[in-house]
């Protein structure tokens, strides 16, 4: 299989294009050239649908050769971050902690993008809305906030997603508790009172909960933080369009690095609970026990996703920041940073407060001893 590239050269100058979010084409920002042949803004480029792969074939390595793919791929000795390299590139920065990386000789064959959500936001855009975000947060360095605004342009990179669809019916054994009031006599300083005490009434309860699950989201990846990536939802999945690497110009796209049975375990774990949720609703009553259930699951399919952030990888004063924006609502995340300066001059503030506070409580109770 040949390696994929993902650089398309203007037809004018030959620099490389880039998908620019907000025209919805591509653009050189060379020689301002736009290519109205491939507008990418009315929805799907080339009409074809997105459609779900069977994940008992993918297991058995039964996939049709169509669906699979090979690229170039280094992985970050910092971070972990799989990136992915164009044919002409051989190094570059890691887009998410700003460390060197270099083009590995190989090829990964992998699972084939079945789906993206094209970016939304603009660089600028996800800039503002970064340092916005930092001028939000309490003690942050304002020459960080500085720097960020004017620093070098942030990466736009697509992080692999899998996405899970089936059917599951599940068995319950559990307890449905019904609360109820009896009356007692107690003594109280002296005083008998009756009071109210609630008890609970416990029957066996058994029955049947059946779900459809559909587009169950796991990361694929592990560079970012997953207190990051945990944040950055919700992603508007009825948005997704078939992939076509002309959404990748001038952006980065990052291999997964969590294999398919893996990514459907995390999901099998969100999915049960879901049905414990459906088997405490279905149960009933005031308070629920369930004992054991048991989940039979069926027609499992699975798409291979890329969702769009912008990364900012900042070096400042010997410390490493990372901020991730989600590409579609301008949501961020960040590593919190403090100013030792601000934290200082906020405690200074706090003890002359409390002195001022404890001079004034002072005199008061001195004036009012003569």
């Not at 416990?202 to 694929?220: E, K, N, P």
């Amino acid at each position: 299989m040949t390696v994929e590239t993902h650089s398309f050269p203007c037809a004018q100058c030959g620099a490389d294009l880039r998908f620019d979010p907000a025209s919805g084409k591509l653009v050189c920002d060379h020689c301002g050239y736009e290519d109205e042949a491939r507008d990418l803004s009315t929805g799907p480029w080339g009409g074809s649908a997105i459609r779900e792969l069977d994940f008992a074939a993918a297991l058995k390595e039964q996939l049709p050769l169509a669906e699979m793919e090979e690229t170039r791929t280094a992985s970050c000795s910092s971070c972990g971050a799989e990136v992915e390299f164009d044919g002409a590139t051989h190094g570059k920065e890691c887009p998410f902690c700003a460390s060197p990386i270099v083009a590995d000789t190989g090829t990964n064959r992998h699972i084939k993008p079945k789906a993206l959500l094209p970016f939304l936001l603009s660089e600028p855009d996800a800039r503002k809305a970064m340092t916005n975000w930092l001028g939000r947060l309490w003690f942050a360095p304002s020459g960080l906030q500085k720097y960020a605004r004017h620093g070098r342009k942030m990466d736009g990179v697509y992080i692999p997603y899998w996405t899970f669809d089936a059917r599951t019916a599940s068995d319950y054994r559990g307890e449905r508790g019904t609360v109820y009031y009896t009356s007692r006599t107690v003594t109280r300083n002296g005083q008998r009172q009756t009071e109210r005490v609630a008890r609970i009434r416990w029957r066996r309860a058994s029955g049947r909960v059946a779900r459809m699950f559909d587009d169950v989201l796991v990361l694929a990846a592990r560079s970012l933080p997953k207190t990051f990536t945990d944040a950055l939802p919700p992603w508007d999945l009825s948005q997704l369009v078939p992939y076509n690497p002309e959404y990748l110009a001038g952006m980065r796209a990052e291999a997964y690095t969590v294999e398919l049975d893996e990514g459907f375990h995390e999901a099998r774990a969100h999915m049960d609970r879901v049905i414990e949720r459906d088997v405490r609703f279905d149960i009933g009553g005031d308070r629920q026990r369930v004992h054991n259930i048991q989940t039979r699951v069926s027609d499992v399919t699975f798409k291979h996703v890329l969702l769009p952030i912008w990364v900012a990888a900042y070096k400042y004063q010997g410390r490493s920041y990372r901020f991730v924006i989600n590409g579609q609502t301008g949501r961020v995340q960040g590593e919190r940073p403090y100013s030792k300066g601000k934290i200082a001059l906020a405690v200074i503030a706090a003890l002359v407060l409390a002195a001022g506070a404890a001079f004034l409580f002072a005199a008061q109770n001195g004036g009012g001893g003569y």
